[in-house]
């Protein structure tokens, strides 16, 4: 017979809808898991708030979820994760607690053949280093060159993700990012793009014509589900059984609107009957 806690569902959160690229993977990985997930509209965007705003928000938007009684959380925001994954691992020590960087930092480790990495984000998850500390603790000689890109956050949530617009504002972010001239002496033109914010994957077929084809195109969403998956058969927590895993979506702000631009970031159909407005 399955463990109770097993049968609990699993929490993530986000700023916003962008998580829901994360909730997509684990999906894919762990159809017969339920999850809860909140996105904290109301105060979106985190990525331009200081760290000890954005770990406030955190921590709120856990204590939400961790109150329905999870079984693991997933920090399905980049900025958060750079921010306040320890702060959460040490107030919510007695569940698992995954976030999205260290995931991102793995791929791209395995991914770059140069040793040489470029990092796009957010502004407080490139100005806080959080990639760049992940990506030296595996390697520690790796080159690592870091770059906001706060637009491409407004682009995803318009829906402007394909055409001359989005691609003349990665080619505008990511010129400098790959030119050797604009890059430190001694340093090697990136191979590897890791792409650090929850709203990018939107946007990876623009971003990947603004840079040489052969450039890898890093997204933590496989490989946190991939982590999240390998924690749950780990302690035993994993669902087993058939029939689909239920998704109950939680936000702070417009419920009309988490679903309209939630369908888009997850790839399929969101109803507003599935979404709960909470108040943090
Ligand atoms: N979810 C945020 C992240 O991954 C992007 C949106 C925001 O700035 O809140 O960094």
């Known amino acids: 017979m399955m463990d109770k806690a097993a049968g609990l569902p699993i929490g993530m959160f986000d700023s916003g809808v962008g998580g829901l690229t994360v909730l997509k993977a684990v999906r894919e990985q762990m159809p017969c898991e339920d999850v809860v997930y909140l996105g904290d509209t109301a105060r979106l965007p985190y990525g331009t708030k200081s760290p000890q705003t954005v ?79 992940a990506i030296h603790s595996i390697d520690p000689g790796t080159r690592i060159v870091g770059h906001s890109c706060p637009l491409f956050v407004a682009l995803a949530e318009e829906g402007w993700t394909d055409g001359p617009i989005p691609e003349a504002v990665a080619k505008r972010y990511l010129d400098p990012v790959f030119s050797p001239f604009s890059l430190a002496e001694q340093s090697v033109i990136p191979d590897t793009l890791v792409l650090g914010c929850t709203h990018f994957p939107l946007l990876a077929s623009a971003i990947q014509k603004a840079v040489d084809p052969a450039t890898v195109i890093v997204d933590s969403a ?43 970031f997850l790839g399929n159909p969101i109803s507003e009957r599935e979404v709960e407005l909470v108040d943090l």
């Open 55 to 133: 770990s406030r928000y955190a921590v709120q938007c856990a204590a939400e979820l961790v109150g329905r009684n999870i079984k693991l959380l997933v920090v399905a925001c980049n900025t958060a994760s750079a921010m306040a994954l320890d702060a959460l691992r040490e107030i919510y020590s007695d569940i698992p607690v995954v976030g999205v960087v260290e995931p991102g930092a793995q791929a791209a480790c395995v991914a770059t053949r140069n040793r040489s990495i470029a990092v796009i984000g957010t502004e407080s998850t490139i100005a806080g280093g959080a990639y760049q500390r």
């Open 222 to 264: 496989a490989t946190t589900a991939a982590i999240v998956h390998g924690e749950l058969v780990r302690l035993g927590l994993g669902r087993t059984g058939g029939g689909c895993g239920k998704t109950l979506y939680l936000t702070t702000d417009d419920v009309a609107r988490f679903a309209r631009t939630g369908t888009r």
